[in-house]
């Protein structure tokens, strides 16, 4: 056997061990979930890793060998049937009536999945072994597989995790410092006492529904699949290892966190160009006084849009002298020649043609990221959940503006139209904050498969656990300390007191002693 063969095996054999089985859970009915670490799944499978994917956003990449996907896209369904969607987008619904809508369709979508025969097969079959959990940092119910399979888990976010999945990393939630993203706060950094106030109940009455209330019932929901001896979800959320956020400081607020949630938010869902369909080339290079690419992301459909809101785009486009991509679900009437509107777009190769000069969005995180890595100005239009904040933090940084979809005018959406495209500075600031988005230490997507692997390498991270996660709210908050504090400067203030009250007596009494009437002497004759 040549030398050149043996070092080959042995190398092969090496490779081989330290492969690994993982097993990745993202059951969320939402594209923009998914598309941030499929990237993650392709290249933890070229690397050789057994990688299985539970997704609604399969991949069907056949030339990937190790990449195995099970396709809960039925899940769709289920939330179509629930009008989540509708009910986020509704501008009378509270967050109570919103999450009352979401758990009907969460819930139906895990019996669904949960009893379907794939995933039974995962639960009940005792050869199946995984090494790891990769799961979405959205509700807690998919960490049960880390239980089943004890194994290690690393929880992944494509934006800023809900709030009590930094509690089970040990990081500060704060309502000032990081108040939540879905909350639609103009200027987390300058508060106002109403803002303040909103933030402070929120998170209150979040936790408090989060954990009395939507965890005991989801532990009752996985212990009919996984069996009674589970665990509770909350301890076992609490055993994370690292959590991988697809957030910037450039898009969401500064958070300190600990050494085990680390950033990803470096555009690692950018995907290397592509050639434009012919149609879509011809337009773009056509517009040579500037291109708007119109897009409400895969969410907002042609029925979430008023009569207004319709007539106010139809018509502003019309009215502007520029060409326009528009991504719509359906057909709009009365559509300008200036105007071509289709179904998809392939938006990142979109944005890297030089005529494109605005993007119409409304508010998507990765949207937004897409479009400042290619240094485009933006107008946001948000309809629900973080679009808020994200275009709130868009303006406030300097490269776009804001429109109130229940106010949209054809007169506002022109003017603004015009002061984006006509200012340089949106456009000055947009590319500033490109190279800023570029400039990485290391690209997302080797931090990403760095720490997978470092997980994988150790059996877990135990050693970057937060005490915090660990110490109940009385010790964490220092409760006993401040009470015995408090107690101490009672005592102090109670003896304070007596001991003036004691100076003042005998101060009144020497007093009287010194300078009091005294009785006359009586004369004896």
């Not at 997302?444 to 110490?471: C, F, N």
């Amino acid at each position: 056997m040549s030398p050149i063969i043996l070092v080959t095996l042995v190398l092969f054999q090496v490779y081989q061990l330290e492969a690994a089985r993982i097993l990745g859970v993202i059951p969320s009915a939402v594209r923009s979930h998914h598309i941030p670490f499929q990237p993650l799944w392709r290249e933890l499978a070229l690397r050789g890793h057994e990688v299985t994917v539970i997704t609604t956003e399969p991949l069907n990449n056949s030339s990937l060998e190790n990449l195995k996907e099970l396709d809960i896209s039925y899940c769709y369904e289920i939330y179509k049937k629930h009008k989540v969607v509708e009910a986020m987008a509704s501008e009378n619904n509270s967050y109570y009536d919103i999450a009352a809508v979401f758990k009907k369709a969460f819930v139906e979508c895990h019996e669904y999945l949960l009893s379907s025969p794939g995933i039974q097969e995962l639960i009940h079959n005792k050869d199946i072994k995984f090494d790891l959990l990769i799961a979405e940092a959205q509700l807690p119910t998919m960490f049960a597989f880390a239980w089943r399979f004890k194994c290690p888990s690393i929880a992944i976010a494509s934006l800023e995790p809900a709030l009590q999945f930094h509690d089970s990393l040990g990081n500060l939630v704060h309502p000032l410092i990081s108040p939540d993203p879905n909350l639609n706060i103009e200027d987390d950094l300058n508060m106002s006492f109403m803002d303040r106030a909103k933030s402070f109940f929120y998170i209150l009455l979040y936790k408090h529904l989060v954990y009395n209330k939507a965890y005991p019932s989801y532990d009752v929901l996985m212990k009919k699949y996984f069996g009674e001896e589970l665990p509770t979800l909350k301890s076992i959320q609490d055993d994370i290892s690292i959590m991988l956020v697809g957030s910037n400081p450039l898009f969401n607020s500064m958070r300190p966190t600990n050494l085990n949630t680390i950033s990803v938010g470096g555009g690692m869902h950018a995907q290397p160009y592509k050639k434009l369909p012919a149609d879509l080339q011809t337009f773009l290079d056509e517009g040579e006084e500037g291109v708007i690419y119109f897009s409400l992301g895969s969410n907002i459909n042609l029925n979430l849009l008023t009569d207004n809101f319709k007539k106010a785009i139809v018509e502003a486009f019309a009215e502007v002298p520029y060409k326009v991509l528009l991504k719509m679900d359906g057909q709009l009437n009365n559509v300008s020649k200036n105007v071509l509107v289709r179904k998809w777009m392939p938006q990142q190769d979109i944005f890297r043609h030089k005529n494109i000069k605005l993007f119409i969005t409304q508010g998507g995180l990765q949207s937004l990221q897409e479009s400042v890595l290619n240094g485009i100005p933006l107008i946001g239009i948000p309809f629900f959940g973080d679009q808020f904040t994200n275009v709130n933090k868009m303006v406030k940084k300097g490269y776009g503006l804001k429109i109130d979809r229940s106010t949209i005018t054809k007169n506002a959406l022109v003017t603004a139209i015009k002061e984006v495209i006509q200012k340089p500075k949106y456009t000055e600031t947009a590319q500033m904050m490109g190279k800023i988005f570029r400039d990485e230490e290391i690209p997302s997507l080797q931090r990403a498969v760095y720490w997978t692997e470092y997980v994988i390498r150790h059996k877990g991270a135990k050693h970057l656990r937060s005490p915090t996660v660990d110490m109940p709210a009385w010790k964490y908050y220092m409760l006993d300390v401040v009470g015995f504090l408090a107690f101490i400067s009672l005592l102090i203030i109670v003896l304070i007191y007596l001991l003036i009250k004691v100076f003042i007596r005998l101060v009144i009494y020497i007093f009287a002693r010194l300078f009091g009437k005294r009785k006359p002497k009586i004369k004896k004759n």
